[in-house]
C-alpha cells in the first residue's frame, strides 16, 4: 500500500489493505481512519514488524466495519501469529469473519467470544499449525461456518463448543456447517442429548468432505437438518449413534455419500418421508435395507455385478445408476415395478452387454443411455408399450452397431442419438413416431443411410452432426417433412442432393421452415441452389469452396429473413445482384476473401447490397 494512507481521514471505505515488505506502509495508519465501514481485507500479515502497530490500527474501535478478512501467505515465520491476531481483535459489531493461513497452534480469546452478539458468518482455514478450535459454540449468532485444510486438528471435543465463560446452548443458531480437508482429523464428539433440539438445533446442512480418518459419532438427533453430504472419507465405517435415519434426521431432503466405501448405509433403517434424493457413490457393495427418496442416484460402485432392483421402492420418480463398471446385466424383472419413475439415466456401465426396454415401466417418460460399452444392438420393439416416453437419449456406445424391429411410439417427442461409432443402420425406419418434434444424430462415423421416405412428418428440427459416411438421402427426402422448422447439416461431406427434378420439390416448399444451417456439405450446393423457403429467418452456410455467386438461391423473396452467416466460402466473389432483403438486420462474412473487400464500409462494390443492414461484421470486425 502507498504510506501516508493515515492521511485520507475522512475514508469510509477501503476494501483491501496489504502489506508490503519493507514498502513504508504500516498497518497502523489504520487508526487514523476512524470512519471506515463495510468489508476490509488486510492480507500479508507475516509481513508484520511491530506487534505495537497492530494495536495501534484500533480495529476494536471501527464500529462500522461489518466483515473482516485476515491473510497470512502459506509460508513463512509463524512465531508471532498469536501475538498479531491478539491485536486484530475487531470491535463487536463485526458480522463477518475470516482467518485465512494463520500460523499459530491455538486462536486467541476474542476468536468465538461471546460478546461478539452480531457474528453470522465465520471461515477459518489454512491453518496448517492450528491444533484446537476456538469456542465457536458460544457465538449467539452464528448461522455459517467454514472450517478447511487445518491439518494439524486430530479431534474435535468441548473446546469447540464452549470455553466456560457462557451458559448459552451452544450452536443455537447454526444453520451450515463444512468441514473440509482436514486430514488428520479422527474424532468429533458432540455434547448434551434430545434436549430442546439437541447441540445443533436450527443445523439445516452439513458437509464432511475430505476428511479421510474420520470416524464420527454423529448425534441422533439433527432436528432441522436438510442436507448431508459425507464424501471422500474412507474411515468412515457407521454413523454411530444414529440409529434410525427417519427419527434421527426427521426433516432430511438431501443425502449424499460419495467414496465412502466402507461405510454401511444400507444397515441403517428407514430413511425419512421427507427424502426428496439420495446420492450414493463409490460403494463396494449394497446391503438389503429400505429405500424410499423419489430421486436415487448411485455412482461409481465398481464391485457391483447384479443390480438390486427388487430393493428399490414403488415411490420412485428419478434413478441414476453411473459407474458401475462391472455390472453385467440386469434382472429379468427389471424396473417394471417402479411404476412412479419418470427418468432413468445409465451411464458408465462398461460390461452392461444386453439392455431390454421391456424391463422399463409404462410410466418412464425420460430415458438416458450412455457409455454402454458392449452393448451391440436395440430392439425397438422393446420400447413400444412405454406410452409415457417423451425423449430418448442414446449416446457413447461405441459397440453399438444396429436398431432392430419397427419402432412405433405415439407419445416419443425428442430422440437423440450421439457418438455411435459403429452404428449402421436406424432399423425398419422411424415413421412410426408420429410424435416425434426433434431428431438429433451426432458423430455416428459409420451410418451411411437414413430410412427413405420414412422420417415422420410431425418433425420440427433436425440436426445431422458430423455424419462423414452419410451418402444419398432418397428421392424426396424432404418432401414431406412439412412441419420442419430447423434443419441442421454440418460436416456431413458426403451427403449428396441432386437437381429438383431429380429429387423432388428440395427444401423451397418447406413453408415453416425459419433455421437453415449446412456447413461443410458441399455436395448439398445445388439444394441452395435450387431455392429456399420464403419462411427463413435465419440462414447460416460455411465450407462450400466451389460457391462463386448466390444469384440462383433467389434472395429477392426471403422477405422474413433477419440474420445471415457466410463462412468458409473462399471463391465465393459477389453478393445476389439484387441485393440482400431489406429485412436483414444481421450479417456475419468470415473466411471469404474474395467476397470481404467487396463489402467493406463506403468502399467496397458491393456496399451499396448491404448498407441497410444495421449490425455487419467481416472478419470478426464489425463496420456496422
Not at 504500516?26 to 476512524?34: F, T, V
Not at 485444510?149 to 463448543?161: K, S, T
Request: charged share 20%; hydrophobic share 35%.
Amino acid at each position: 500500500m502507498p504510506p501516508e494512507m493515515c492521511n485520507l481521514t475522512e475514508l469510509q471505505t477501503l476494501s483491501y489493505f496489504v502489506l508490503g515488505k519493507n514498502s513504508g506502509s504500516s498497518i497502523k495508519e489504520l487508526g487514523a481512519l476512524h470512519y471506515l465501514s463495510g468489508a476490509l481485507e488486510i492480507s500479508e500479515l507475516q509481513n508484520v514488524d511491530v506487534v505495537r502497530d497492530v494495536w495501534d490500527s484500533k480495529l476494536c474501535e471501527k464500529e462500522h466495519l461489518r466483515e473482516l478478512v485476515f491473510c497470512w501467505s502459506a509460508d513463512h515465520d509463524s512465531r508471532r501469529d498469536k501475538e498479531v491476531l491478539d491485536a486484530l481483535r475487531p470491535h463487536t459489531n463485526v458480522k463477518e469473519i475470516v482467518i485465512d493461513s494463520y500460523g499459530g497452534e491455538t486462536f486467541s480469546n476474542w476468536v468465538g467470544h461471546c460478546s461478539y452478539t452480531n457474528m453470522v458468518i465465520v471461515n477459518i482455514g489454512s491453518c496448517y499449525n492450528c491444533c484446537l478450535f476456538p469456542p465457536l459454540g458460544q457465538l449467539p449468532s452464528l448461522q455459517n461456518l467454514v472450517i478447511y485444510e487445518c491439518h494439524g486438528v486430530e479431534r474435535i471435543g468441548a473446546e469447540f463448543y464452549s470455553d466456560g465463560s457462557s451458559n448459552t446452548k451452544p450452536f443455537r443458531t447454526l444453520k451450515s456447517l463444512r468441514f473440509v480437508d482436514m486430514s488428520k482429523l479422527q474424532e468429533w464428539s458432540f455434547p448434551g442429548g434430545h434436549e430442546d433440539g439437541g447441540c445443533f438445533p436450527l443445523l439445516e446442512h452439513l458437509h464432511i468432505i475430505r476428511c479421510p480418518k474420520l470416524n464420527m459419532c454423529l448425534p441422533d438427533y439433527f432436528p432441522s437438518l436438510k442436507t448431508l453430504e459425507i464424501r471422500c472419507n474412507e474411515q468412515i465405517v457407521v454413523l454411530q449413534g444414529v440409529q434410525r435415519i427417519e427419527t434421527s434426521f426427521p426433516s432430511l431432503e438431501l443425502l449424499n455419500i460419495e467414496d465412502c466405501p466402507r461405510l454401511e448405509i444400507f444397515l441403517l433403517s428407514n430413511f425419512p418421508s421427507s427424502l426428496k434424493e439420495l446420492h450414493l457413490s463409490g460403494y463396494d457393495s449394497y446391503h438389503r435395507g429400505t429405500i424410499v427418496p423419489p430421486c436415487l442416484a448411485i455412482q461409481g460402485c465398481e464391485n457391483v455385478i447384479t443390480f438390486p432392483e427388487a430393493l428399490l421402492p414403488t415411490t420412485l420418480t428419478l434413478l441414476r445408476i453411473e459407474g458401475l463398471g462391472n455390472l453385467k446385466a440386469l434382472n429379468e424383472e427389471g424396473f417394471r415395478h417402479l411404476t412412479s419413475l419418470k427418468r432413468l439415466r445409465i451411464d458408465g456401465c462398461e460390461k452392461l452387454q444386453f439392455f431390454r426396454g421391456e424391463v422399463l415401466p409404462t410410466s418412464l417418460a425420460h430415458l438416458h443411455l450412455r457409455k454402454l460399452a458392449k452393448l451391440k444392438a436395440l430392439n425397438w420393439e422393446g420400447f413400444q408399450h412405454l406410452t409415457s416416453l417423451v425423449e430418448l437419449i442414446i449416446e457413447g456406445c461405441d459397440e453399438l452397431q444396429f436398431f432392430h424391429g419397427e419402432v412405433q411410439s405415439t407419445s416419443l417427442a425428442s430422440l437423440h442419438l450421439r457418438k455411435l461409432a459403429k452404428l449402421v443402420d436406424l432399423g425398419k425406419g422411424l415413421q412410426g413416431l408420429i410424435s416425434l418434434t426433434e431428431l438429433q444424430i451426432f458423430d455416428c462415423e459409420r451410418l451411411r443411410h437414413l430410412p427413405e421416405n420414412e422420417l415422420p412428418t410431425s418433425l420440427t428440427s433436425l440436426y445431422m452432426l458430423s455424419l462423414p459416411s452419410l451418402e444419398d438421402p432418397g428421392k424426396g427426402f424432404f418432401q414431406h417433412l412439412i412441419s420442419l422448422k430447423e434443419l441442421e447439416i454440418k460436416w456431413c461431406g458426403k451427403f449428396k442432393y441432386g437437381s429438383v427434378e431429380e429429387n423432388g420439390k428440395g427444401i423451397k416448399h418447406l413453408s415453416s421452415l425459419t433455421k437453415l444451417v449446412i456447413w461443410y456439405c458441399e455436395k448439398l450446393q445445388s439444394l441452395l441452389e435450387d431455392g429456399l423457403p420464403t419462411s427463413l429467418t435465419f440462414l447460416s452456410i460455411a465450407g462450400f469452396p466451389k460457391l462463386r455467386e448466390m444469384n440462383r438461391m433467389d434472395f429477392q423473396h426471403l422477405n422474413l429473413l433477419q440474420a445471415m452467416e457466410i463462412w468458409w466460402c473462399e471463391n465465393l466473389q459477389c453478393l445476389p445482384a439484387e441485393g440482400l432483403p431489406s429485412s436483414l438486420s444481421f450479417l456475419d462474412i468470415y473466411g471469404c476473401p474474395l467476397l470481404e473487400p467487396r463489402c467493406q464500409k463506403g468502399t467496397g462494390s458491393d456496399w451499396h447490397k448491404i448498407s441497410h443492414i444495421s449490425h455487419i461484421e467481416i472478419s470478426r470486425i464489425i463496420i456496422a
